[in-house]
Structures are given as C-alpha cells and as structure tokens.
Nanobody, 124 residues
Framework: QVQLVESGGGLVQAGGSLRLSCAAS????????MGWFRQAPGKEREFVGA????????AYADSVKGRFTISRDNAKNTGYLQMNSLKPEDTAVYFC?????????????????WGQGTQVTVSS
C-alpha cells in the first residue's frame, strides 16, 4: 500500500504563491489517481482538485479554478499542487489522497490513502 507525505505548506501573504508536494512510497505511484483536499477549522474536508494516474485529466473545485494547478511526476513518485493568487479563505490544512484507479475521482470517500496534511495560512 502507498504512503503519502505532504510538504510545502507555510505562511504567505494574500496574493502570494505556494507549491505543495505529495511524496509517495510503498506502491506503484503511476497506478494511483490522486486528489487534494483541504479542511479549515470547524469545517468539513472539501475537494480542491484531482488528477488521473497518467496526469492526462484534471478537475478543480470552482473556488480554486484558474488559481491552482495540479500536476504529477510519476518518475519521481510525487504529486504537486501549485497555488497562486492565494486568498485568506484558502487557509486550511491541505491533504493529498490516493487510490488505485484509472479514473478521475472527486469525492473524499473515493480515496483510501491519505497523507498527514500540511498547514497553509494566508494572511490578509
């Protein structure tokens, strides 16, 4: 089974950028669809974006469309979430998730493997 570890979170001013990474180990990364989710204090975990196992398909939540970009490098067993034009409402713990699938999966219940999360804080 795959283990996922996020990194790259931090504190950034509104309008700034961050790139999150999700390093995978213990599985054949190229067979896993990936997703990114976030959870703000007192709120449900919500979908941010997803990418198919070969990187050919992506999907985004409306709230991040045009600002965030998901990518992956299967040779490096790593997925990425590039976040631009950050807003205070993007403040949350960000999680990557994986599941062995050929599809593009948008629901948190679709994923069986999760990282521990990385904090992103956007100041106004």
């Amino acid at each position: 089974q795959v283990q996922l570890v996020e990194s790259g979170g931090g504190l950034v001013q509104a309008g700034g950028s961050l790139r999150l990474s999700c390093a995978a180990s213990g599985g054949t990364f190229s067979t896993y669809a990936m997703g990114w989710f976030r959870q703000a204090p007192g709120k449900e975990r919500e979908f941010v974006g997803a990418i198919s196992r070969n990187g050919g398909s992506t999907a985004y939540a409306d709230s991040v469309k045009g600002r965030f970009t998901i990518s992956r490098d299967n040779a490096k067993n790593t997925g990425y979430l590039q976040m631009n034009s950050l807003k205070p409402e993007d403040t949350a713990v960000y999680f990557c998730a994986g599941v062995r699938s050929s599809g593009l999966l948008l629901g948190k219940n679709d994923y069986g493997y999760w990282g521990q999360g990385t904090q992103v804080t956007v100041s106004s």
